[in-house]
């Protein structure tokens, strides 16, 4: 449930910061268009501008500081000149105001209305859009690349859990209590054999308890892939020796732990008894086996993935028993929780990598 609401809580917040993408990008938009200069009319260049000056046929004009413009009406020409119609007409001065003065007065000095617009909020909109928008596109930027890689993190290094979800599962007490033992039992198995830091989650949630995937750190040994057979019939293992049966629960593990008995045998020469050699067609992906094999070899085949098996199977009932106290710990927190994890999980395991000092109380 936690890692539930902690997914919508992401979700939620991704959808913030979308949102706040999308309206600062039509922020920007909409002060660009602000932001361009105010033309109307026929545009004129600046020769043109003080020759209708000259001319005295400049009824009014307007210089826009921030455009660096000069907007304005001409009468039409008695006789030749620029700009003969007349009307409405825009000029782009330089920027750097040279011209500024000289066209004040000469305007000024024919009679003509002449106003000056600072442009205030221009500059205000430019000041927001080339300083503080910027910073805010960056900070959700890296804010949406952050939770972006988290969750892509997350994905990436999903664990290949040590069991499959249920096949059936009970709402009654005693099935959840089987539920809880089961997944307990993998958990403690997989701290036994591997440390308690490599098992990152249980739940009963969903019936599962997370471990590191066996090709995180490249190619898995003969060792570790014991260790993961023991892992995957850990929960049976826990049933039989704790509840005396083992249920319908354990098809997955069953059918895990088979396939990777069968890899070991067959695919990566892991038997002493078949020698290091590959026993998969080609592709392998359905684990069919070479055709021309002889009866006495798929026979030894069989006998050595049920060798794996078994004694995976006896590993795990070792650990299980020894550690039934932790086991049970574990189970009841999970019948409370529901999901188990972080620091709390490893303050569980912990007497199950440190036993001596956990006899000893100087854990936790």
């Known amino acids: 449930m936690n890692r539930a609401l902690s997914q919508a809580r992401a979700q939620r917040l991704l959808a913030a910061l ?58 039409p ?27 004040t007065a000469a305007l000024s000095a024919t009679g003509a209305q002449v106003r000056v617009d600072d442009q205030d909020g221009k500059e205000r909109a430019r000041l927001l859009l080339t300083a ?15 939770l972006l890689a988290r969750h892509q993190d997350r994905s990436a290094s999903e664990p290949l859990r040590a069991a499959q979800p249920r096949r059936l599962r009970s709402p009654d007490p005693v099935g959840r209590q089987r539920t ?32 590191p995937p066996l090709d995180g750190n490249g190619p898995a040994s003969a060792g570790e892939l014991h260790n993961r057979l023991a892992t995957l019939l850990a929960g049976p293992a ?13 098809e997955g593990d069953l059918e895990d732990a088979t396939a990777l008995a069968h890899d070991m045998v067959a695919r990566w020469g ?40 078994l004694e995976a199977q006896t590993t795990a009932e070792s650990v299980v028993v020894r550690h039934r106290d932790v086991v049970e710990r574990l189970a009841d927190r999970l019948l409370r929780a529901d ?10 395991l912990d007497p199950v990598v440190h036993p001596v000092a956990a006899a000893a109380g100087l854990t936790g």
């Open 18 to 75: 979308l949102a706040a993408l999308l309206l600062l990008l039509v922020l920007v938009l909409g002060l660009l268009r602000y932001l361009a200069p105010d033309t109307t009319g026929t545009k004129l260049g600046v020769a043109d501008v003080l020759s209708l000056a000259k001319q005295g046929r400049i009824t009014d004009g307007t210089l826009l500081d921030e455009d660096s413009m000069l907007v304005g009406r001409a009468e």
């Open 77 to 103: 020409a008695a006789k030749g000149g620029p700009f003969t119609e007349g009307g409405d007409f825009s000029a782009s001065l330089p920027s750097d105001g040279s011209l500024t003065v000289s066209l």
């Open 339 to 348: 999901q188990v994890e972080g620091r709390e999980l490893r303050d569980l």
């Open 180 to 211: 809880a033992l089961h997944e307990a039992a993998h958990a403690v198995v997989a701290a036994g054999l591997g440390g308690a830091d490599r098992v990152q989650l249980v739940s009963m949630a969903d019936d599962r308890t997370a471990v």
């Open 238 to 250: 826990a049933e039989r020796a704790l509840l005396g049966e083992i249920t319908t629960r354990s």
């Open 270 to 309: 892991m038997s002493d008894v078949l020698g290091p050699m590959r026993l998969l067609a080609r592709s392998g992906r359905d684990r069919a086996v070479l055709a021309d094999l002889s009866p006495a070899t798929r026979e030894a085949l069989d006998a050595e993935v049920r060798r794996l098996l």
């Open 132 to 146: 503080f928008i910027p910073v805010l596109l960056l900070a959700d930027l890296v804010a949406l690349g952050l």
